[in-house]
Structure formats: C-alpha cells, structure tokens
C-alpha cells in the first residue's frame, strides 16, 4: 500500500467530517484554542491554518457567529452556533447517520 | 513570545490583504499554545522551545499557503510565491517598462497612433510570454523541488523591528525602484549621446544640448550616478528585509533631499534659463529670438522638469524625515 495515497484519501475523508464536528462542538460557546483543543481530545485534530479559515467560511454562510471579547486580559475570538447553524447541524446529522447505516450494509 | 511575533509578521507579508482578522486570531492561539508548554514545563519557554513550537507549522510562506486556496499543480508554499512573482513582473515590472519606455516613444514617434497601437501589441505578447515562462519555471520547480523549505529555522526570521504605525516596505515597490534605478543609471551613463524617451523615433538622433544639460552632465554627473546606485542598492536591501520600513524612510528623507539640492544648485546656476523657464511658463508661447527651436525647447523642458523635481523631491524629504521623526518620537514615548 502507498502510504502517501492512504494519507490523502485519510484527509479526504476526515475533511467532510470536520463541518459536522465544528458545529456540534459549538453547540457551547468556544474560542478558537479551546476548540482545537476538544476536537482533539475527541480524536479529530485539526491544524490552524485549517480550522480559521473553516470558521470564517460557515460564519459567512451563517451557520456561527463570533465576537471579539477579553477574557484573562487577552483578546479572544468566540464562536458560537446561530439558529440556522442549529438547524443545519440536526440535517447534517441525519446525513451522517444515514451514510454511516448505508456504509455499514456495504461494508 | 518574540519569536511567534517575528513568525506572524513574516505570515501577514505573504498573506493577501483582508487576512488580518485570521492572524489576530491564530496569533492568540500560538500564545495559547506557548502557556501551555509553560505550564506543562513548569518554566519560561526558551527560544529553542518557541523555535520547535514554530517548526510544527512549517515555514510562514507554508503556513499562508495552507490558508489560501491553493493551485492544483503547486503546493501551497510554491503558490504564494508564484503569485507573487506573477504579480511583480506582469502587474508591476513590464507595465512599469512600457509605461516609462515604450510608450513616451511611440507617442513621440511620427505615426503615433499605430505607434501606440503596435507598443500596446507587444505589451500584451510581452505579458503572455512572461505567463508563460514564470509558470514553467515554476511547474520545474515543483517538479525539482529542493528541500529549501524542509530546512527552514525559526530563529533565522528577521527581527521585529516595525515600529506601530509602519508598515513593511512593499516588496512590488522595491522591484520596480531596482528596475527603474538601473534602467536610469544605465542611460546616464551614456546619455550624451541620445534622449531617453526616443530610441525609435526622429528625437532619439538629436543630442541633448544646451547649458543645463552640460552643467548636469559636468560636475553633477559622479553624484547623480551614485544616488541613482545607492538608492538601488537601498531597495535591493528592502527587498531582502522589508521589515527595514525606518531605515527607508531615513533614506528616503536624505536621498530625495540630495536630489533636491542638486536640482537646485544646477538651477541655480543657470540664472538666464531659469528666468526663461519662468518666461515660458506664463507665456508658453513665448520664443527667444534667433534660438535653435529644438535646444530652446530641450533647455526650457529640462528647466522645468528640474524645478519640478526641485520641488517634489524636497517635499518628499520633508515628508519622510517627519514620518522618520515620528516613529522614534513613538518608541521613545513607548519605552517611556
């Protein structure tokens, strides 16, 4: 087996799962830091310059909002999940059940 | 926490604008991440420390490549820097050279729209084939690929040394000041002989006369040469350290000073044309009885064109000498 090929189709497949994982994890308010640090306690690490631009694009599309706030003198960026975000992240997860019950009976 | 600034710094250069919000962002995180390897240390993080914590993230040009959508046959880190150059030569240098060469000579020239016309033809082949062998080289560098970036020491970043309220020095704006420094300085070096504007036109066979142009090229020749190669050897340093914003405008504030006194001085020297430069100017008909048309026009044109940059090169001097003044009137009220 190719390792380098397995490690791109790995990516590939955690990718599409990260939104999922994001917006579950936002369902409580978090900073940047601090979610990069649940998602990889929960075995989905994810690197910086992959997860700030992540964040800024389902804020553009409406899914989170954020604001600027000082917290232990220092100034930190806060995400959290919007109405329409709530709503994409329940659709999401009959999606993600769906695929998981049809890739069980294929597997 | 010095280190991670001069890494941060290094990210927004290669990063489009519009970003800042995102460093700001991964900034926090960085520190973060830093009190935590303290904390997990129980000491304060060393150099070596942060360095290592840097080396996770790869090289700032990797790391602005990773935040940019990257091209489908470059990696991230080569297609900034394809960008980038790309933005130099076609949106910078060629137009920059057609601008100040070839169009002052098709406009001068005796059919000057087809001149223009065929000026313009060859801009645009100009700019393809500069597409296309910048996007070669590039497509052999993925290609051959060294492992420059592999090697890459965070402790090698250049120093933070921008003071609030100034910026790098653009790395376009000191490309073109080399490029447009040494075309000068070339065609000073052998400007007896023919007019800059002119190569393929009737003015390009008519030799600069007159006594101005002699002063310039008398005693003002050496200095003129030098200020021309310095400020090149400045921009080729900018280019290299664009952290160097200060110094640049410390250079800024003497060179355009030194041309301003040079102007003036040559001038000033030429009392009767100057009065007949002054003359033309409220009466731009007016004509010196018996003069060669073309030298009059020649002396009358150069006298202005040096009271102009008489004028703008003293303004700008004083300009940067303030800003200069102002960044350290700042840092000293800082460390105060």
Redesign the interface.
Known sequence: MNPECFENLRLELRRGSLVLAVLAELRTER???TL?KSLEDHGMPV????L??LL?RLESQGLLASEWREEDK????FYRLTDDGRDMLGQLVLEWRGIGQSLEQIL | MDLIERYLQQVRFWLPAGHE??V???A??????ADEAEARLGRPLTEADTAELLKR?GSPLE?AG??VPASPWLDPALTMLYRFVLKVVLLCALPAVFAVLALPAALLSRHPLAEVAGAMESFVNSEVYALGVVTLVFLALQHFRPRLLAQWDPRRLPPLSLPRGLKPVPRASSVAEIIFGLLFAGWWIEAGTRLPVAWSSRLGAIPPTGPLWAELRGIWFAPILVLALANVAVAALCLARPHLSRFRLAWGALSNGAMAGICGAALASQDPGLQAGIRLLAKPGAWIPGADPVSFLFQQGLTLLLAGMCVGTAIGAVVQGIRFLASLAGEARETA
């Not at chain 1, 690197?47 to 992959?50: F, G, I, Q, R």
């Not at chain 1, 220092?74 to 960026?77: C, D, F």
């Open positions: 900073y940047g830091y990069r690197d910086e310059s992959t700030y631009p800024r220092r100034n930190k960026r | 919000d995102l700001a962002e991964w926090e995180d960085l520190r973060c991440q993230l790391a990773r935040i």
